[in-house]
């Protein structure tokens, strides 16, 4: 679906462009290329079964996509994937001695039940996380089905790694997971680094904006080109996007380099990949690696 902000007005049309216009860096540092490299390959790795039924091992991708894991030392200290739960949320929690991370990754959509939860787009009340906020039904359904469990998980390692910093990622419905994930810890405060990869729209313009200026973690929300997942569910029923937006402007099956990356600032800016007339499929598999493919 195909969604073009319109707005009533030539005022309020400028207005808003002001409020949209980018800080377009283009040569992001090597360490932030090299982080958002890295969290793709966590988030690519949730979709290999082999991380989500087998703990105490290491973290693996298959057919070699995954180099900067296969470098790193690293653990699953727990995984989900629990067909019988809403939405078949699965991932894991893993420690990555290399780097001193805890990364929590989230698995995209890849069954029946995943498309169930994303097409449950209806609103629900989030107040319990911020004042106005409203949350995409299945999108909370579905972490809410491991938040519990997870969170116990995640207490006990950050107990025995307090050096360690918190990460969350997922690419797709995962980013959407890292997200609510990420939002929810931080209010229990836990400090949370996000990096989400072709992430949908997850709750209204008052979650979007709490998420911005929440604090406590910083957000790297990655967007490719013209990937149609970001645009969803639309901005006519009521969803909107966080800011910034590290938007990547090389093409499906190009290496990522620094240059090739906008950083878009603005709760639902324009001026990345929302501001596309033609969304793509193709777009949505290729962040830094062919992803979504394990």
């Known amino acids: 679906m195909v969604y073009i902000a319109r707005l009533g007005g030539v005022v309020a049309a400028l207005a808003a462009l002001v409020v949209a216009a980018p800080v377009d860096i283009r040569d992001v540092s090597t360490s932030v290329l090299t982080q958002l490299d890295l969290f793709a390959q966590y988030s690519e790795a949730a979709y290999c079964s082999t991380n989500l039924n087998s703990p105490n091992t290491s973290v693996t991708c298959t057919n070699g996509l995954c180099p900067l894991l296969a470098a790193a030392t690293t653990t699953s200290l727990a995984e989900f994937d629990d067909s019988d739960s809403y939405g078949d949320t699965a991932g894991f929690l893993a420690v990555d001695s290399t780097n001193k991370l805890l990364v929590v990754s989230f698995r995209g959509s890849s069954s029946i039940e995943n498309w169930i939860a994303d097409l449950d787009f209806i609103f629900t009340d989030a107040s319990a996380i911020c004042s106005g906020c409203e949350v995409h039904q299945g999108f909370w359904k579905a972490w809410s089905s491991v938040a519990d469990t997870l969170t116990a998980e995640i207490q006990a390692a950050v107990t025995a790694y307090p050096d360690y910093s918190l990460v969350f990622t997922g690419h797709s419905l995962g980013g959407a997971l890292a997200t609510i994930g990420a939002t929810v810890l931080r209010n229990a405060g836990y400090p949370v680094q996000l990096y989400s990869y072709g992430c949908p729209r997850v709750g209204n313009t008052a979650l979007a904006t709490y998420i911005t200026n929440q604090g406590s973690g910083s957000n790297f929300r990655v967007t490719h080109l013209n990937d149609v997942v970001p645009r969803l ?15 990547i402007t090389s093409q499906t099956g190009v290496a990522v380099t620094s240059s090739d990356i906008e950083i878009i600032q603005g709760v639902d800016s324009t001026a990345g990949n929302a501001g596309q007339a033609i969304t793509s499929v193709l777009a949505h598999l290729w962040y830094f690696i062919s992803i979504g493919t394990c």
């Open 233 to 247: 569910p639309p901005r006519s029923v009521g969803y909107s996007q966080p800011s910034p937006e590290y938007w």
